[in-house]
């Protein structure tokens, strides 16, 4: 089955480290997304790459690095400079140029920050 | 003017019942509006949207309701099931690009047996 697989599903970091959320996709798209969710509030662009070897930061990139080395793969680095970091992370990916828009999201990642 | 408004937070609705989530927007140049729905634990994903040339799209028991003139769209569920409680987030973009889409806070629908 065709899907985005993020991995872990929940994850504690202390203050002061850096963790890696993984995402996967088998969908074949070019576009590949990070967004944050917070309660009662709307999802939040961090990052975005339409393209192998290229990634744009999005409204709230302060804190968070990316890399896009494999079609497939767009790792999200939490680093020690995000002030708040405990949210849930969602990675999604489309097809550039797409009529219809659609995104498809992961099943999320839940980072707390003991 | 990036800012897209829904209501209400929350909503408790009896099943067979009508929800209705309305959602407003300032940037005329949105073209994309599409509805995503998630349930606890997992990811949003697209239930139906609409473009601005049109008023209204039906699909099944989930109908968007677009006024341009007010800039204002809503998503109505028709004989609402327990199946229906999850979070729906309306949105907004410019040309369907994903980068450019604008999420409202979301509705945490509840549907009562």
């Known amino acids: 089955d065709g899907g985005i697989t993020q991995s872990p599903k929940y994850l504690f970091r202390k203050e002061g480290q850096n963790v890696t959320l993984s995402c996967e996709q088998n969908?074949?798209?070019?576009?590949m997304y990070w967004y944050r969710q917070d309660p009662g509030q709307g999802l939040r662009l961090i990052y975005y790459?339409?393209?192998?070897?290229?990634?744009q930061k999005g409204d709230i990139a302060e804190g968070y690095s990316v890399s896009r080395e494999k079609k497939e793969s767009f790792p999200l680095t939490v680093t020690s400079a995000q002030k708040n970091p405990t949210a849930f992370y969602l990675c999604?990916?489309?097809?550039?140029?797409?009529?219809?828009?659609?995104?498809?999201f992961g099943e999320g990642s839940r980072l707390t920050v003991l | 003017q990036q800012q897209v408004k829904q209501s209400p937070q929350s909503l408790i609705v009896q099943k067979g019942g009508i929800s209705i989530i309305n959602c407003a927007y300032e940037?005329?140049?949105?073209?994309?509006f599409p509805w995503y729905q998630q349930f606890p634990g997992k990811g949003p994903a697209l239930l139906i949207a609409?473009?601005?040339?049109?008023s209204e799209k039906k699909e099944g028991r989930f109908t968007i309701s677009f006024n341009k003139s007010a800039k204002q769209f809503s998503l109505h569920i028709m004989d609402s099931q327990p199946g229906d409680s999850a979070t729906y987030f309306c949105?907004?973009?410019?040309?369907?690009?994903?980068?450019?889409?604008?999420f409202g806070p979301g509705t945490r629908l509840s549907v009562l047996p």
């Open positions: 940037n005329t140049a949105f073209d994309y």
């Open positions: 790459s339409q393209i192998v070897n290229d990634f």
């Open positions: 999604a990916s489309s097809i550039v140029g797409a009529n219809t828009g659609e995104l498809f």
């Open positions: 969908l074949n798209h070019d576009a």
């Open positions: 949105a907004a973009s410019m040309g369907h690009y994903g980068q450019n889409f604008v």
């Open positions: 609409i473009r601005p040339d049109v």
